[in-house]
C-alpha cells in the first residue's frame, strides 16, 4: 500500500524519537517529506544534482537543530522553511565566491535550459518549463509565494529583499509566464 | 487590469495549483544524509562548536591530497584474513590494488578494496575480480566469480561491476553480489538501490530485495527479500526458463501488494497483449498516483512509469525502515 501522508502527531513522535539519536526516526521523517523538500529545492535552483545536495544539506541542518523545533506549526512546515533558507545562504556563498573571482554575470539574463525543468508531463511539464525559464528573482518569488504559500513580507525576510521588491518580482514573473505560455 | 488578464491569471494560478507539491529524487539521498548525520549529534548534544570546521577542513586537504593520488590507476587494498593475492603476489598486510590487477582470495582469505574515496568493497573467501578503472569519474571491478560486498556513498553511476551475465551500477548503495563459476549471480540490496543492466535490459532493485542474473539472460526480476516461494518460482520461471504466459499469471496470482517492486517490473517485461492484465493486477495491488493511466502503463509510457515507480520504491523503502525499526525495538 502507498505510503500514509504524513500527519502533526505522527512526525511530532518521530521528531522526538530523532532527537534521542534514533536514525531510523529521522530516516521516516526523511521518506516522508523528502518530496516536498527535493521539489522546493529544484524549482528555487533549477539544477538537479546542485537540488539534491541543498536537500541533503537541509535534512542534515534539519538533524542538527532538531532541538530548535518546538512544535509550534507542523514538523513540515518548519523543515520547508528550513530548507528554503538553506537554499537561500548556499545562493548568497556561491555569489560571494563568484564576485570574488570574477566579475558577477548578470543573473537575470542568463539563458535557462529547458531540460533543467523538474519532470512532468503534458501541460504541466510546458509550466514547469515556463517557470524554469523565469529570471532568477522572479521564479524564486513566483514559487515562494505561488506554489509554496508564503506571504511576501516572509519572502522578503528570507530572499533579504523589499516587500515592495517581492509584489514587483511576483507581477512580472506572472506576466512573463502568461506570455510564455500562450505564445 | 483588464478582464482578460483576469482570465490569464485565474488559469495561470488554476495550472500552478494542478503541479505537484513533491517531486521525488530521481537517485536516494539517504545515504549520504545518513553518512553525515552519522558523524554529528542532534544539536541538543553538539559541544565545541569550532571542532566542526576545523575537522572538515583537515578532512577536505586529505581527501584532496588522496583524490590526486587516486586518479594514478590504483585503489588501496588490505588483507581481512588468510593470504589474498593481488597481482600474482601475496598480500601480507596493505598494498595497492592496479587497473589490470587480479585479485584472489581462497577459501579462507578475505581482503578489503578501497573504491577511490567512494567507498569499499569486502572480498569474501573463494573470489576473483579484476580491476578495470579507477578514475574519479568511473570506478570499474569486473567479478568473475566469487561474492562481494560493497558500499558506496557517492552520486549514482560512479561505480560499476561487470559481470558475466551483465553490469551492477550503483545508484547510492550497499549490496552482496554472488556469481558462480558458470556465470550465474544473485544481487541482493542491503542499502538504496543497484541498478543491473544487460544488453538494453534492466533491473532496479531496493533495499530489501534480490534479483538473479544468468549469462546470455541478463537480470531476472527483483523480488523482496521475503516474497512467497510461489512467486520467486515463478518469476525464476518466466525470466529464465522459458515460462512465458503461464508463469506470468503464476507470479500475478500469489503475489502480494509488498511484491509491487515485481510485478511493475513484470510489466515490462511481458508480451504486449498481456501487458493489461498485469496492469490491473497492479493496479489492485498497489494503486497507481494520479496521472498514471492503463493505457499509459500499457504502452509502456516512460513518465508514467516513472512516476509509478516512485510511489511503489518509497512503500518498499518505507517497508524496509519500518521492518528494521521493528527489529530493533523489542
Do not use: T
Given at each position: 500500500m502507498p505510503a500514509a501522508p504524513p500527519t502533526a502527531d505522527s512526525d511530532l513522535l518521530l521528531v522526538r524519537r530523532a532527537r534521542g539519536g534514533d536514525e531510523s526516526a529521522f530516516a521516516d521523517l526523511y521518506q516522508r517529506h523528502v518530496g516536498r523538500v527535493y521539489a522546493v529545492c529544484l524549482r528555487l535552483v533549477r539544477e538537479r544534482g546542485r537540488a539534491e545536495e541543498l536537500t541533503q544539506d537541509a535534512f542534515v541542518r534539519c538533524w542538527e537543530r532538531?532541538?530548535?523545533?518546538?512544535?509550534?506549526?507542523?514538523f513540515g512546515t518548519w523543515l520547508y522553511r528550513l530548507a528554503v533558507n538553506v537554499v537561500f545562504e548556499a545562493g548568497r556563498k556561491d555569489r560571494r565566491r563568484e564576485t570574488r573571482v570574477a566579475i558577477e554575470a548578470e543573473p537575470e539574463r542568463r539563458e535557462v535550459p529547458l531540460d533543467a525543468a523538474p519532470a512532468g508531463g503534458g501541460l504541466r511539464l510546458d509550466l514547469e518549463q515556463a517557470i524554469a525559464t523565469l529570471p532568477e528573482g522572479a521564479r524564486q518569488v513566483f514559487v515562494l509565494f505561488d506554489?509554496?504559500?508564503?506571504a511576501h513580507d516572509e519572502i522578503a525576510a528570507m530572499m533579504g529583499i523589499a516587500v515592495g521588491t517581492s509584489k514587483a518580482q511576483l507581477f512580472r514573473a506572472r506576466r512573463l509566464l502568461r506570455e510564455r505560455l500562450d505564445s | 487590469m483588464s478582464a482578460h488578464d483576469d482570465a490569464g491569471l485565474r488559469d495561470l494560478l488554476e495550472r500552478v495549483r494542478e503541479l505537484p507539491r513533491a517531486i521525488e529524487p530521481e537517485r536516494d539521498l539517504w545515504p549520504g544524509i545518513r553518512a553525515r548525520i552519522g558523524k554529528r549529534e542532534t544539536g541538543a548534544g553538539r559541544?565545541?562548536?569550532?571542532i566542526v570546521p576545523l575537522t572538515a577542513a583537515a578532512l577536505l586537504l586529505l581527501a584532496l591530497g588522496y583524490r590526486a593520488w587516486s586518479e594514478t590507476g590504483t585503489w588501496g587494498v588490505e588483507r581481512i584474513a588468510g593470504r589474498p593475492d593481488v597481482g600474482g603476489a601475496h598480500l601480507g598486510g596493505t598494498g595497492r590494488f592496479h587497473v589490470g590487477d587480479w585479485l584472489t582470495t581462497d577459501d579462507s582469505s578475505r581482503a578489503r578494496i578501497?573504491?577511490?574515496?567512494i567507498g569499499e568493497v569486502d572480498v569474501q573467501p573463494g573470489s576473483r575480480l579484476r580491476l578495470v578503472a579507477a578514475k574519479s569519474s568511473e570506478h570499474r571491478l569486473a567479478l568473475d566469480h566469487g561474492s562481494i560486498a560493497a558500499s558506496v556513498d557517492a552520486p549514482p553511476r560512479l561505480f560499476f561491476v561487470d559481470t558475466h551475465a551483465g553490469t551492477a551500477i550503483d545508484l547510492g548503495c550497499a549490496y552482496t553480489l554472488t556469481m558462480d563459476s558458470a556465470g550465474n549471480g544473485l544481487l541482493r540490496v542491503t542499502a538504496g538501490y543497484v541498478e543491473f543492466h544487460w544488453q538494453g535490459r534492466r533491473a532496479i532493485v531496493p533495499l530489501g530485495a534480490s534479483v538473479r542474473t544468468r549469462p546470455g539472460r541478463g537480470p531476472g526480476i527483483p523480488v523482496a527479500s521475503d516474497a512467497p516461494p510461489a512467486l520467486a518460482a515463478a518469476l525464476d520461471s518466466f525470466a529464465f526458463?522459458?515460462?512465458g504466459a503461464g508463469a506470468a499469471r503464476r507470479a500475478l496470482a500469489a503475489a502480494r501488494p509488498e511484491d509491487a517492486v515485481s510485478i511493475w517490473h513484470l510489466l515490462g517485461r511481458v508480451a504486449p497483449g498481456e501487458r493489461g492484465a498485469v496492469y490491473d493486477r497492479l493496479a489492485h495491488l498497489f494503486p497507481p498516483p494520479r496521472g498514471v493511466t492503463r493505457a499509459g502503463a500499457v504502452q509502456l509510457d516512460s513518465i508514467q512509469l516513472q512516476a509509478y515507480w516512485n510511489v511503489i520504491r518509497r512503500a518498499a523503502w518505507r517497508r524496509e525502515i519500518l521492518k528494521a525499526i521493528g527489529k530493533r525495538v523489542p
Open positions: 532538531l532541538d530548535r523545533y518546538r512544535g509550534e506549526s507542523a506554489i509554496e504559500g508564503y | 559541544r565545541w562548536p569550532w578501497a573504491v577511490g574515496d526458463a522459458g515460462g
